[in-house]
């Protein structure tokens, strides 16, 4: 074959076969990207460290939390809070500018719930 | 001459084609959170509801070595303290030195340290808690509260 073809016909064919499989990577990759974007956004993606570094809620009624984010890539996230205190479950959300150096986020929640349980604060950091 | 002009497109093409894998790839790996949701538990006691308000992971370098608590005391008493770190499968990663003593009724702050650092990327849930202990001299027997 390669006398037949001779060297630059098949230079040819190898470098259009390693461009096409290029091209369907990158459809693929991009493709994915997109569905991943519009779920969840929890994904395990090693590249992006996401960091909740604390929480402090208020000491009788938990009507707002304030959580301490940071993130190794500097962009906008969407910080979601999510409290239950017995049977008393409360929501709250912020977006806000992500980089390394740690941000402190009051977010207030809704409805209150008293405090007279342990509380469970559970952060979800995503890309809007 | 037409054969080396379609070989340069082609080796064109597929530089492109490359270059585009690679900034696709990079700008889908930059742009995901890679952690699963992360859980504070706060505790509380229940006899005589002093509570934890706060709870902070402090880290050294990568690795979470201590967290501070913040607590509430309502009725003056010895209370231990502690808090421990999990991963996202509940397992414990570790427990942090449990703190024993007498406290009077007001806020206050702690530090309490972990004996094995752990990566703070591992971390998908931080537990503390706050248990009356109801002689003083109940600490001597070393309670833990995780």
Known sequence: ?128 | MRTSLLVAATFLFFVSSLALSVVLTVSQVSVLPNRPDTTYELGRDFITGSRMTAAQLLLTGQDVDRVSVTFIVTTGSAYVRQAGLYDSNGNLLAASTAVCGFRGSGTHTETLPFSTPVPADSVAAVRTCIVRVFRVINCLEMPTCI
């Open chain 1, 1 to 128: 074959m390669y006398i037949v073809m001779g060297r630059k016909n098949l230079l040819i064919v190898v470098l259009l076969l390693t461009s096409v499989s290029m091209a369907v990577y990158s459809l693929a990759v991009s493709t994915g990207s997109v569905s991943q974007a519009g779920g969840s956004g929890i994904v395990d993606v090693q590249k992006v460290d996401v960091r909740v570094l604390g929480v402090s809620v208020a000491a009788n009624t938990i009507d707002s939390a304030t959580v301490t984010v940071s993130s190794s890539v500097s962009g906008t996230y969407l910080v979601e809070v999510f409290v239950t205190v017995g049977g008393c479950s409360s929501y709250g959300s912020t977006s806000a500018f992500l980089s390394t150096a740690p941000t402190q986020l009051a977010i207030q929640l809704n409805p209150s719930c008293p405090y007279d349980y342990p509380a469970q604060v559970r952060v979800r950091v995503t890309q809007p």
